[in-house]
C-alpha cells in the first residue's frame, strides 16, 4: 500500500505572505497510463472536503489561481500564493494512482 | 447543481449492522463510480471504498480496515449508492462522506463530496 506524508503538519502564516506544503509518497505515483494521480484537498473547519488540485497540477473548477500544484513522481507541493482568511483549514494530499487509495495526514493551516 | 447528500448515519452497538445511502442529483449518475470516505472525529480522512459505474463492471475496491465486513452497492434507477456496515467496531466511529469519481474508470480525482452523515458505534 502507499503511504503519503505531508510536512508540515502545521503551518502558521500571514495574510498575504505565500505558504506550502510537502507531500511525500512511499512509491512513485505514475500511473500505467502515464498519468500521475495526486490530488490535494482542502477542508475548512466544519465543512467536507473540497478537491483544489488534480493530477498533480490541475487547478478544478472554481479554484483561485493563488493555489498551484507541482512536482513528479514521489514529491509533490501546494503552494498558495498569497495566504487570504478564507484558506485556513486542514489540506490533504490524496494518491488516486493506485487502490488502495490514500490520504496524507493534513497539513493545518493557520493565521499568525 | 451536481450534489451528493449521505443520510442513514446514528448511533449503534458494536457488533450491529448500518446502512448509509447517498443519493444523487443534478447529473447522470449511472456514468460516475464514487467512494466512501471517512474522518473519525478530530482526525485525517481514510479512503474506505470505491465502486465503478456500469460501464466498468460495477465492480467494487476496499480498504483492508473495511474489507469483508463493509459493502458499497449502487442502484443507478434511483441514484443512490449504498455502504452497508456489518459487525460494526468502535474504530469505525466517523462521519462518513461520499464522493463522485472523475477521470475514468478508476476515478482519479473526486468531487463533488456530500455534507457526510456521522456514525457512533458505542454501548
Known amino acids: 500500500d502507499i503511504v503519503m506524508t505531508q510536512t508540515p503538519l502545521s503551518s502558521p502564516v500571514t495574510l498575504g505572505q505565500p505558504a506550502s506544503i510537502s507531500c511525500r509518497s512511499s512509491q512513485s505515483l505514475v500511473h500505467s497510463d502515464g498519468n500521475t494521480y495526486l490530488s490535494w484537498l482542502q477542508q475548512r473547519p466544519g465543512q467536507p472536503p473540497r478537491l483544489l488540485i488534480y493530477?498533480?497540477?490541475n487547478r478544478f473548477s472554481g479554484v483561485p489561481d493563488r493555489f498551484s500544484g507541482s512536482g513528479a513522481g514521489t514529491d509533490f507541493t501546494l503552494r498558495i500564493n498569497r495566504v487570504e482568511a478564507e484558506d485556513v483549514g486542514v489540506y490533504y494530499c490524496?494518491?488516486?494512482?493506485?487502490?488502495?487509495?490514500?490520504f496524507g495526514q493534513g497539513t493545518k493551516l493557520e493565521i499568525k | 447543481e451536481v450534489q451528493l447528500v449521505e443520510s442513514g448515519g446514528g448511533l449503534v452497538q458494536p457488533g450491529r449492522s448500518l446502512r448509509l445511502s447517498c443519493t444523487a442529483s443534478?447529473?447522470?449518475?449511472?456514468?460516475?463510480?464514487l467512494s466512501w470516505v471517512r474522518q473519525a472525529p478530530g482526525k485525517g480522512l481514510e479512503w474506505v471504498g470505491f465502486i465503478r459505474s456500469t460501464a466498468y463492471g460495477v465492480t467494487t475496491e476496499y480498504a483492508a480496515s473495511v474489507k469483508g465486513r463493509f459493502t458499497i452497492s449502487r442502484d443507478d434507477s434511483k441514484s443512490i449508492a449504498y455502504l452497508q456496515m456489518n459487525s460494526l467496531k468502535t474504530e469505525d466511529t466517523a462521519v462518513y462522506y461520499c464522493?463522485?469519481?472523475?477521470?475514468?474508470?478508476?476515478?482519479?480525482?473526486?468531487?463533488?463530496w456530500g455534507q457526510g452523515t456521522l456514525v457512533t458505534v458505542s454501548s
Open positions: 493530477k498533480i497540477s
Open positions: 443534478g447529473f447522470t449518475f449511472g456514468d460516475y463510480g
Open positions: 464522493t463522485r469519481g472523475q477521470g475514468g474508470g478508476g476515478a482519479h480525482w473526486f468531487d463533488p
Open positions: 490524496m494518491q488516486v494512482t493506485q487502490f488502495p487509495y490514500s
